[in-house]
């Protein structure tokens, strides 16, 4: 079915779902070469005590600019809110929240000097809490492209058609995986900041997710119901299950309509049943460490997708070696894990700077 390629999860090479990539291209040569664009699903209030912005941003990452408007406005770091974290190499329209209680508008264009300007300045009435938004839309360029422009264009049908498996992706792991290793030396002990703490508790979580996911690839059931299974509504965060496993079911899930899941480590039964659970029960049990320290740390069993769906997929050749891609991913999954199954990649970081 596949192969390991060289795209990783701590240093672990993962299966793909559709065969090897067939091209080989470079990434992120031009910080426009990678672009998103944060869905929300909702539309600010105009009225209320917090700023309300919609922010362009190029080279810079979604903290630092945080912290710019929390100077530019004179309030402190926690008043400014924003939905999702988005890669410093590349070209982000991504929307913040500031608060303002009974002050007026702050000069929004001294942002400018940083490389960022605002495209939208209105207010809203809450504050934007991490995770408040519906997806986002990515328009991403790859250069330098050799392999087969057919087989790629056959890929991205499959894509389109099929989706991929959900894996986090290697943002997930730190520089070189290294958030894992970190994460058991926490567990055993090691004292870390506040901070650091949530990266490393997310990084173990998604590593016994990841390693779930990739067996179940390696089997092909990552996109197929199985007894026990457990199901998430496409495009929503609601689960049921496990059901008996019907032709209704198996419909559903070849339709798109719902997805099997994995396991968000935590305490708690596993939600799944019969060989479903027996597996998930395995892979934990082969990271004892990790485990039990999420456990440990309070964490509560959750479920994740193992599908992700690729909506609105289009692929537009400039060149023979230059392919722009559009689509859009729903909140929490990863724009590269998608890339991995049409091509492998050689990442650039060029011209992005560097805060």
């Known amino acids: 079915m596949n192969t390991p390629d060289a795209g990783s999860d701590a240093g672990r090479e993962l299966p793909w779902a559709h065969a090897g990539p067939p091209l080989r291209a470079r990434f992120k040569v031009e910080v426009e070469d990678f672009e998103v664009d944060e869905l929300l699903g909702f539309e600010p209030t105009g009225e209320g005590e917090h700023a309300f912005l919609r922010i362009e941003k190029r080279g810079a990452n979604t903290a630092w600019i945080a912290g710019r408007l929390a100077r530019i406005a004179g309030v402190p770091p ?56 519906a997806g986002n839309r990515f328009r991403i360029v790859l250069r330098g492209i050799q392999g087969d422009a057919e087989a790629a264009q056959s890929r ?18 730190g520089r070189a995986g290294g958030n894992v290793a970190a994460a058991r030396a926490m567990f055993a002990g090691r004292r870390v900041e506040r901070a650091q703490r949530s990266i490393l508790l997310s990084a173990a979580r998604s590593h016994l997710f990841n390693t779930l996911l990739a067996l179940r690839v390696q089997d092909g059931s990552w996109n197929r119901a199985s007894e026990g299974d457990v199901f998430q509504l496409d495009g929503r965060g609601s689960v049921f299950g496990p059901e008996p496993l019907d032709e ?99 990442e650039q970081h060029g011209a992005a700077g560097g805060r």
């Open 156 to 173: 991205l049908a499959a894509i389109a058609a099929e989706g991929v498996p959900n894996y986090f992706g290697e943002q997930r792991f």
């Open 78 to 133: 926690m008043a400014v809110g924003y939905a999702g974290l988005k890669d410093r190499h590349g070209v982000a329209r991504q929307h913040f929240t500031v608060h303002l209680p009974g002050q007026g508008e702050p000069d929004w264009s001294l942002l400018a000097a940083d490389g960022a300007r605002v495209l939208l300045a209105t207010r809203h009435r809450r504050k934007l809490p991490r995770g408040a938004l």
């Open 248 to 346: 209704v079911l198996r419909q559903r899930v070849a339709a798109g309509e719902i997805h099997p899941t994995g396991p968000l480590w935590g305490s708690g039964t596993l939600r799944c049943s019969a060989a479903v659970a027996a597996r998930e029960a395995a892979v934990a049990s082969a990271e004892p460490e990790l485990a039990a320290g999420l456990v440990a740390a309070g964490m509560a069993q959750e479920r994740r997708a193992l599908r992700l769906r690729v909506k609105s997929l289009a692929a537009d050749w400039l060149a023979p070696d230059q392919l722009v891609l559009g689509f859009e991913l729903p909140a929490g999954t990863y724009a590269t894990v998608v890339l991995r199954e049409l091509a492998q990649l050689d």
